[in-house]
């Protein structure tokens, strides 16, 4: 599990990117500001359609709590 200084950090960062986005400034640096997990904040295996990574993705789509998906079997 990420910490949630982490997170907190991390959501800052997007926030005062997309800010300064909308003031029609371009990033200075925009490698620098990352997409993390809702849930648990993992920075890796982020699916963007999502907002989730692929770890908590199974598990909802496992529940059925993601509409449209299903996990497969066969």
């Not at 990117?17 to 925009?30: E, H, L, V, W, Y």
Request: proline letters at 4%.
């Amino acid at each position: 599990m990420a910490k949630t200084s982490l997170v907190v950090k991390c959501n800052k960062k997007q926030k005062a990117a997309d800010r300064a986005f909308n003031a029609g400034k371009k990033p200075t640096m925009p490698t620098r500001v990352y997409n993390r997990c809702k849930l648990c904040g993992r920075p890796k295996g982020y699916m963007r359609r999502f907002e989730v990574c692929r770890i908590c993705f199974r598990e909802l789509a496992q529940k059925g709590e993601i509409m449209g998906v299903r996990k497969s079997s066969w």
